[in-house]
């Protein structure tokens, strides 16, 4: 009987062992709430490299097709991208809009439709893509001496 009062025993601790560990691999992040075991935060990835943490209980009051709308009333072109983000603590949404290889960035407020930011970025990767291929094309040498 004492071998196997030994193995229950090992049994038993190493279930325990087992579960405190899982217990905190799920609450080490700050994703789970240790005390009510609810979601704190979801990660909201809509092509794009950044990764954007928006509160689970967070409602916008417009969605994301009528902020594209409302982009493109402010903006001429075609919409390129669009997501919900938090730009340093705000939530907003990111709307890219392009014409003429030009991208335009525009910030809208998900509670109002509100446009907060409208910024030009003449350097789209099109733009230096071709550019790219000009310098490699030109290697200074002129073949017609």
Do not use: C, R
Request: net charge negative; proline share 1%.
């Amino acid at each position: 009987m004492g071998i196997e009062k030994t193995i229950l025993v090992v049994f038993i601790v190493g279930l325990i062992a087992a579960a405190l560990i899982g217990v905190t691999a799920l609450t080490s992040g700050n994703n789970l709430s240790a005390n009510t075991g609810t979601l704190k935060h979801i990660e909201v990835k809509e092509n794009s490299d950044k990764e954007d943490i928006i509160p689970t209980d967070f409602t916008a009051k417009i969605t994301l097709e009528q902020a594209k709308e409302i982009a493109l009333k402010n903006v001429a072109g075609t919409i390129k991208d669009g997501a919900l983000e938090d730009e340093n603590g705000n939530i907003v949404y990111n709307i890219d809009v392009l014409k003429d290889n030009t991208e335009t960035e525009v910030k809208i407020d998900p509670n109002n439709g509100n446009v907060l930011k409208i910024e030009k970025d003449t350097n789209t990767d099109d733009k230096k893509d071709n550019k790219d291929d000009t310098n490699e094309n030109d290697s200074g040498d002129d073949e017609s001496d």
